[in-house]
């Protein structure tokens, strides 16, 4: 087996000439839309290995859906019953909430009331982070600082890192919700800890989720993407590089796989050949900047890096932002 599809389902792929290749989510395949006939080292049509659904990331290429819709157009009629094991995928959709048409970005999910005085260390935190800056803490999307109160109201399962960890995120974190409601990502407020983060899932994701803020410009291609949440956060509220009103959104996924960001906001958002800003932590180095830019150039227009010349990354203020050459 691989994933939900039977051995055979590979067969099948390659004998229609889509030189199918199996990475750990997903299977990798010609395009039939947009790169059939040619021959390249990496095609851009990925399947999911848990769910029966397709999306191609070459450039302006926007074929995606079920995976029925993806065989009528190889052969012209849907068997995809013949590859999927309806077991394994009821029992993935039950455990992990996996939607067959789309990703399931539908969730519901409660938010508990932000309580300022109960959480006065929690407030005095993000007021901090904020620099002070005059925005009310309550207004802040997907913003949590009672945990057990949020672990309760929405169900979360308690394994057992969670059931040893939950009192100190009750304690000593406050949580963001992501955009696609898969993962509460919580920040310690002791800067002094080395355990500064934990990402707590709520529902498993075909793409790496993040944490968002609009830019102010919503038909725009230009994309803002950083490490941290707070990153974000001080670029946008300040406009520290001048470009609020050119920028569509600004995203966050306290991680530094900004493949994987790039590819999810191209997915979820519907923005194709996107321009990518990224505000680079100082320990990031040039090279691996020109690396990401030359693979995802397929899906990206063109890609800026900053860094900051006052700090680490750009949560430090006073600003003084550089760019960097990359090509």
């Not at 691989?2 to 055979?8: A, L, M, T, V």
């Not at 009103?245 to 996107?274: D, G, M, T, W």
């Not at 150039?297 to 003084?320: A, C, Q, R, W």
Request: hydrophobic share 35%.
């Amino acid at each position: 087996m691989i994933g939900i599809y039977q051995d055979s389902f590979l067969t099948y792929l390659d004998n229609y000439g889509l030189h199918p290749k199996v990475t750990s989510k997903n299977i990798v395949v010609m395009c039939p839309w947009c790169e059939y006939g040619k021959q390249k080292d990496h095609y851009h049509m990925y399947i999911s290995i848990e769910a029966p659904i397709f999306h191609c990331f070459h450039a302006e290429c926007e074929a995606k859906g079920v995976l029925g819709k993806l065989l009528r157009k190889i052969q012209g009629k849907d068997i995809s019953e013949v590859f999927i094991d309806k077991n394994i995928l009821k029992n993935l959709k039950k455990k992990r909430e996996i939607f067959l048409d789309k990703e399931n970005n539908n969730i519901k999910v409660q938010i508990p009331k932000l309580d300022t005085k109960r959480f006065l260390m929690k407030e005095l935190y993000v007021r901090n982070r904020l620099k002070f800056a005059p925005i009310e803490s309550t207004t802040i999307k997907g913003l949590v600082y009672d945990i057990n109160a949020f672990i309760e109201l929405n169900k979360i399962p308690l394994d057992e890192k969670l059931i040893r960890m939950k009192d100190y995120l009750q304690s000593s974190f406050v949580g963001f919700l992501t955009e696609n409601k898969s993962t509460l990502i919580c920040r310690n407020i002791d800067s002094s800890q080395e355990f500064r983060y934990y990402k707590m899932k709520i529902s498993e994701s075909n793409f790496l989720d993040y944490y968002k803020l609009e830019g102010g410009n919503p038909t725009s291609k230009k994309i803002v993407i950083a490490e941290g949440i707070f990153d974000i956060f001080t670029t946008s509220i300040f406009d520290g590089l001048n470009i609020n009103n050119q920028v569509r959104l600004y995203a966050s996924a306290l991680s530094s796989k900004f493949e994987s960001l790039i590819k999810s906001i191209v997915f979820h958002e519907q923005i194709f050949r996107p321009e990518i800003i990224i505000l680079s932590d100082r320990g990031i180095t040039k090279k691996y900047y020109q690396k990401l830019n030359k693979y995802n150039s397929h899906i990206i227009e063109k890609m800026e890096v900053f860094y900051n010349n006052n700090g680490k990354d750009f949560n430090d203020t006073p600003l003084s932002a550089y760019k960097i050459s990359i090509v």
